[in-house]
Each structure stands twice: as structure tokens, then as C-alpha cells.
């Protein structure tokens, strides 16, 4: 089937031979049309093996292109003889109409590179379903990040030259800073107001980690970004919850714009006061593009695939790293995990968005002596966690470890006392910021306080 497909597979000879035919000509039309090409580009093997000579005698020393080189190449590599070749390279150029459309000419072969690579990455797919080598979800997810790879490699950018990247790149974005929208072109705040200063708000293609051990308030903290972020900052924003309902997750929202107990959802026992708040605050998130999520045993490929389907989505916020399934089949866990926060990197990158996601912490803070407090070494599972985020943050409250101390030390400790440790933050300084937690309403608050991480 795939011999007969390859027959039909689109190309245009013309525009091929024209490429060719004007970096014969004038070899600095190898700048523009690099831009655009590869030899793998090009359907005709031979095609593509005079590009890639050319491209090696363009990067060389003098960038010079010599048809007689090109010549000798091919007939070493039994493409031509050395004679044929020599007359097919006259030929490419005598072809040529004017070297001034060879960007056009370049287009026209990259959309018939893009057209044949989508038959084949179709024919894939149709085998891969055919054979059933995987469940229907996996090959769902494999045929729509296959389609997706074909697209982003359309819109990749080749090198810029440093001086290009200032003037059009970090001079523009500079002016957009200080401009009349500035707002527009800064980090995201996640409404409290130390940390901001400390990561510069959510970035763009940063992927942050918020690590704590279990009932320190990871979902709670991350709820109350997803809070901020959709209602102050007014983002687009999808929050996946593999351990929550849809309708815990919208309770313990409700309760902490109401100010009402969160308990109080579960018993149905309201004031008629309590019943006007919800009702107010329910009025608030009428307008709020916050989204969420309660798939169990979600993979990254499909995390993906709704955030594009959604669109113009500003933050991904994924509750837990832990329940978040691969893939593809690795040998263990560790394996497994380390594919999952690089391709969570890769979708914060891919999709020029920042992702957020809670982890679990191991039990190595449990049997630390008297400092339970958490560090990169603790992370479970995957050293490569710590090495895959930009930004990687610790929830910490001593109350958690209360009982641990004596009856008459255990007063002077503060309930709702939270210290969030940054502790890697690829793009400024880390500290410690302390807020407040309400347990009532399931809520963090900013305290004006900060202090150095060691």
C-alpha cells in the first residue's frame, strides 16, 4: 500500500529545479531559501543530494558554491556520472527565469514537502489503527501530536543573527513594556503581590512546579491562582483536576469568593445570608473563562489536544504531576515521569503558555530531624523534574508537623502560618514568602514578609 501511495505523492518538478537552478546562478539565494528548506525538502533523491552539497560548500569557508564540486559529489555518490552531472547542473541553470522569485519558488516546494509529509504521517495513522498496536485513546493521541508536529514545524524560524534578535526581538518587546498596553506583554500576577516580584508574574512557556506533602493545601493554592489569574488578571484559563470532581473544584471556588465554610456545601446547613453571598459570588464567575477539567488518567498529549481545541488558552494549571499518565510504555516509573515533565516543558514551549503543576513530595522531609522543611532532593520519582521546570516552589506550613512538638510549644505555633519556598527560579532570585492560609475557606493570603531560601 505504501509503494502504491508513494507513487501519487505531490511534487512540483519545476519549482524544484528552479531552486536549484538560481543558487547556481547566484548563491546567496542560498540565505533566503534556507529559511524555507532542507533537502529532505525535495521529492527526487538526486534533488535533494545536490541541495545538501550545496548547503555544505554555502557553510564552508568562502560560502562559494562550485558546480564542478557538485558535479564530482554526485558522481561519487552514483547519482550522475560525472559528465551527466555536470549537464544537469547547466541545464538547472539555463531553466531559471529570473533569481529574483526564488523565495517563491522555495514556498512552492516546502507546500508540497508539508502536503506529501501529511499523506505519510496518514498513512501511519491509518496502519497504526488498522493493527491496533495500541489502545484507541493512544493512537488518538499519537495521530493528533503527529499532526501537530507537522504544523509547528511549518512555523519554526531558521537561525537570526544576535543583532537581528535584539533590534526585532528584545528592543520590540521592551517598547511594548514601557508602551501604552504594557500590561499587555508582562507576566500574568497570580495576585499576590511578593511572588510576583519575585518570578515577574506566570510567564510565557514556563513550566512551574508547586510541590508539597500531602494536606499542606496544593490544590487549594493552585485553585486560588486560578482564581486570580481568570478573575483579576481576566485570563483564559483550564484547570485539570485528576484527583477532584468538576463540582468539588466549583464548591471550593464558590466558598472562597463567598466566604462562606466549605463545609458548609456538604451539609446544605446555609443562613439565608450565606444563600445571598452564594448567589453573588456565583454572579461573579458568570463571566470568567476558567475551565475545568476532572479527566482521570489524562496523558500530556491529551492535555494538549483540548487546550488547542479550547483556544487562545493564557494558563494551564494540572493537579497532580503523580496521577498524570504516559504516553508510552516505560520500563518504570521514573521513566515514565521524566517523559511527562519534558513533554509538559514542551507544551509550555510549544504553546507559548505557562503551565502549572502540583507534585507530591517524598517522605524524605518526614525523617529530616528537626527542619522538615522541603527541598529540590525531595521531588519524588524523577530527578528530572527539577531539571525540567523553570520555576519550582514549596508549600510548607508547621502545623503539618504539630505533634511532633511538645504540648506546651504546640501553642505558640500558627494554624494558618504558610511559608511558599521558591526555590529554583530560572529567571531572578528564591526566597521564602509567607502567607496565610484559611482553612475555613480554603484560601491563601499575602503577608508582606519575606525572607531569604537557603
Excluded at 519545476?14 to 538560481?22: I, N, P, T, W
Excluded at 483579576?232 to 468538576?246: D, G, P, Q, R, V
Amino acid at each position: 500500500m505504501a509503494d502504491n501511495l508513494s507513487v501519487s505523492l505531490p511534487y512540483n518538478l519545476e519549482a524544484e529545479q528552479s531552486v536549484l537552478g538560481c543558487i547556481l546562478i547566484e548563491p546567496k539565494c542560498m540565505e533566503d531559501v534556507l529559511m524555507h528548506l532542507k533537502p529532505d525538502s525535495f521529492y527526487l533523491p538526486q534533488h535533494q543530494q545536490i541541495f545538501a552539497a550545496m548547503v555544505s560548500m554555502f557553510t564552508g569557508s568562502n560560502g562559494a558554491i562550485d558546480p564542478v564540486l557538485i558535479a564530482d559529489a554526485l558522481a561519487k555518490d552514483g547519482v550522475y556520472d560525472l559528465s551527466g552531472g555536470k549537464e544537469y547542473l547547466l541545464q538547472l541553470a539555463q531553466s531559471v527565469p529570473s533569481t529574483a522569485n526564488v523565495e517563491s519558488y522555495a514556498k512552492i516546494v516546502k507546500e508540497q514537502y508539508y502536503l506529501r509529509t501529511l499523506i505519510q504521517v496518514s498513512q501511519e495513522i491509518i496502519e497504526d489503527a488498522s493493527t491496533a498496536s495500541g489502545s484507541a485513546s493512544s493512537i488518538l493521541d499519537s495521530a493528533e501530536q503527529k499532526i501537530y508536529d507537522i504544523r509547528q514545524g511549518k512555523e519554526v524560524n531558521g537561525p537570526s543573527k544576535i543583532s537581528e534578535v535584539i533590534v526585532n526581538g528584545v528592543y520590540d518587546k521592551l517598547n511594548k513594556l514601557t508602551g501604552e498596553n504594557k500590561d499587555d506583554y508582562k507576566g500574568i500576577p497570580t495576585g499576590f503581590g511578593l511572588l510576583d516580584k519575585y518570578i515577574t508574574g506566570l510567564n510565557k512557556s514556563d513550566f512551574i512546579l508547586i510541590g508539597a506533602r500531602p494536606a499542606m493545601g496544593k490544590t487549594s493554592f493552585a485553585l486560588n491562582l486560578a482564581q486570580n489569574v481568570s478573575m483579576i488578571a481576566k485570563k483564559k484559563t483550564i484547570f485539570f483536576s485528576l484527583e477532584m470532581t468538576k463540582e468539588q473544584l466549583a464548591e471550593r471556588l464558590l466558598a472562597s469568593q463567598a466566604g462562606v465554610t466549605s463545609q458548609k456545601f456538604r451539609t446544605g446547613e446555609l443562613t439565608n445570608d450565606e444563600w445571598v453571598r452564594i448567589g453573588n459570588a456565583a454572579g461573579q464567575f458568570k463571566d470568567v473563562e476558567l475551565y475545568l477539567d476532572d479527566t482521570s488518567s489524562i496523558t500530556v498529549p491529551e492535555i494538549k489536544s483540548r487546550v488547542r481545541r479550547l483556544k487562545n488558552v493564557d494558563v494551564i494549571i494540572i493537579d497532580y504531576l503523580g496521577l498524570v499518565q504516559s504516553a508510552t510504555r516505560k520500563e518504570n516509573r521514573v521513566q515514565e515521569v521524566s517523559e511527562i515533565t519534558r513533554n509538559l516543558k514542551m507544551m509550555a514551549k510549544d504553546l507559548n503558555i505557562p503551565v502549572i503543576c502540583c507534585a507530591q513530595l517524598s517522605r524524605g522531609t518526614e525523617g529530616r530531624g528537626k527542619s522538615h522543611k522541603p527541598q529540590l532532593s525531595d521531588l519524588r520519582e524523577s530527578g528530572s523534574i527539577e531539571q525540567d521546570a523553570d520555576i519550582v516552589m514549596f508549600l510548607y506550613r508547621e502545623e503539618y508537623y504539630k505533634n511532633e512538638v511538645s504540648e506546651d510549644k504546640q501553642d505558640e505555633i500558627d494554624d494558618s502560618m504558610t511559608e511558599l519556598i521558591v526555590a529554583k527560579n530560572r529567571h531572578g532570585q528564591t526566597g521564602t514568602i509567607e502567607l496565610s492560609f484559611d482553612k475555613e475557606f480554603t484560601r491563601f493570603r499575602s503577608i508582606d514578609n519575606v525572607r531569604n531560601y537557603n
